[in-house]
């Protein structure tokens, strides 16, 4: 079994130069090197667990600019197959069943803390950083879908064919599965995932991130004074991303 | 009591020369389909990121069941004592050798990246049920091989027994944890169920034996060799009696399932206004599955060898519609995403996906089963592993 936790820490992306480097390596590049690149010095630490909080009140319904933010990011290019296009996260409509009031969420991977797409693959390809993310080595993963299979959100996309015009670092593959990084390259190098600036950038601020672990951050702040909840409570995955005013 | 000899498949029939061709095509048109899904991308296929298995999967678990569930007449014959059943051993585990492995190549040759098996067998997460699977499977093939040699070996004959045992306990945890792929499903209202790994084995008991019954009365035609009306007769009883296990189990899964409020929606979907899926589940399993050939199973008056085939045909074809509704029925219904709501739109999210299998797949799943027909034709005609002679040898447990 691979356990990429364990694996030497490499310095691909220091925080000066990251552009560079990552330049140099953009053709060889493994995502499970990047995201365990953090800093020689600073791997992936278990003090930390990074976690996003989505506010339903805020999010509006025919709002995507998380969604093409994320698009843009990762260069998740359409499909022309609508059934195969990635889904990285997206806007789903929902309705209340007791009083039938609607709202709009944006989902992604849920960045579970017991995820079942880790459990279940095969091969260790899924797995977790010490600081909660779930992520997908693309080296190792051999497409089986079982991980598609298992997670309750479907929040995994197939790469279903050839991929053009990726980005260093965000590796995609043809036959291999994918789904939110929560832009480890972005928090890695202290900035925020792509779709929670452009959230903030629309005016709305409907998703805050941070670390979950760390008292003072504004996520946890708000976490402790707000009522929050995960999508699927009786599946007690421990999702790292919680919904307010759902 | 007549003396079994063991004989390589006489004579070449113009019948087996066609087989012959007919598997190889077969396996080329699958070894193309599986090509063109890798270097085009499973946009070729009708799977997409809602049904992410389709057909090949339905053929590759219903090639690893039969696998499991063929190997009970040589269990019977060297575990349990059944001295007339083991002219039929030798078959009996070289079907479950060769019917794995049509099965695993199907799986593989499906993988978004079968050029990286090499990874697969290296890279182990003990955590991942599939993992252990792939042990389970390569281990299997494995002690079945083993056990085939000290079958065929007159020097080895005491060890048949317990290697036999060994065969035995492996299936069942194979196919047990088979079934525990689904198991492990929680999030999937059709597969969350204790229920999945018994009803597995009962599956493969039952599948096991029709394709036992096809692949042995057919051999055995051509060979010359008729069974004994009571071998016969007994493995008719067993059939009949593995099918009435699988219905018995699937009617106490989707009672389960009724009692849930949750499981209702894909319950009535499966059973009542899911398009194919009833359809495939009444006509297909229950009815062609099941109920008829459990009637000719019992019933004296469709004894004849040519019944019986049809009858295996039948249960054969039931046994895919099984696994069809249940794979990808199970799929085609939404996730309940968000506990205490609806999902109202969204990119077909809350929408029942519409799954129609492609050509390269049902090619793909095809070539599997022609790879392990064409396993046995070629090695009943270079090692002995057709009996010649009928007749029960009491006393005898060497098979
Ligand atoms: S949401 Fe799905 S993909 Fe993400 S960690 Fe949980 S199970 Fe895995
Ligand atoms: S598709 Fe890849 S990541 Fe998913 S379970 Fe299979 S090997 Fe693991």
Redesign the interface.
Known sequence: MTNPENKPRRRFLGRTGAGTALLALAPGVRLVDLVLAKDEDEPASDETRWGLLVDANRCTTGCRACVSACEDEHALAKTGRNRLDPQWIRKVELVDESNDRSLSIPLMCQHCEDPPCVEVCPTGASFKRADGMVLVDKHTCIGCRYCMMACPFNARSFVHEEVTGQKSYSPRGKGTVESCTLCVHRVDNDRTPACVESCAVDGHGALAFGDLNDAESTVSKTARSQPHRELRPDLALNTGVRYRGV | MDKIRFQVLAGTHTGYRLLLWLLIILIGIGLIAAHHM?S????VTGM???V??GLPHVFAIFLILSASGALNTASISSVFGGSDYQPLARLSGLLAVTLLTGGLAVLVLD????D??V??MT?????????WN?FLYTGFVLVVLIYLWVMMTPQMRGYVRSVGMVALIWRLILTSGTGA?FG?????DAYDTAIMAPLFILMSLSLGMAVFWVSTLTLCRWNGYLLSPELSGKLRRLSALFILGVLYLVALHHLTNLYMAHHQGIERFLLVDGGVYPWLFWLGFVLCGGIVPVWWFLDRRFSTPAWTVTAALMVIVGGLCHLYVTIIGG?AYP???????????????GEITHYLPSLPELALGIGGVSLALLMIVVAVRILPFLPTVTGSLPGSNQG
Do not use: K, T
């Open positions: 890798e085009q991308g499973h946009w997409d990121n809602r992410v298995w993988l978004g990246r079968p990286r098996l990874v697969a890279y182990y997460n003990f955590s991942s049920v599939f993992a792939v792929i492990f499903l929680v999030a999937r799929q996730l309940r995403l968000v506990s205490g709501y609806r999902v109202d739109s969204g990119f077909y999210d």
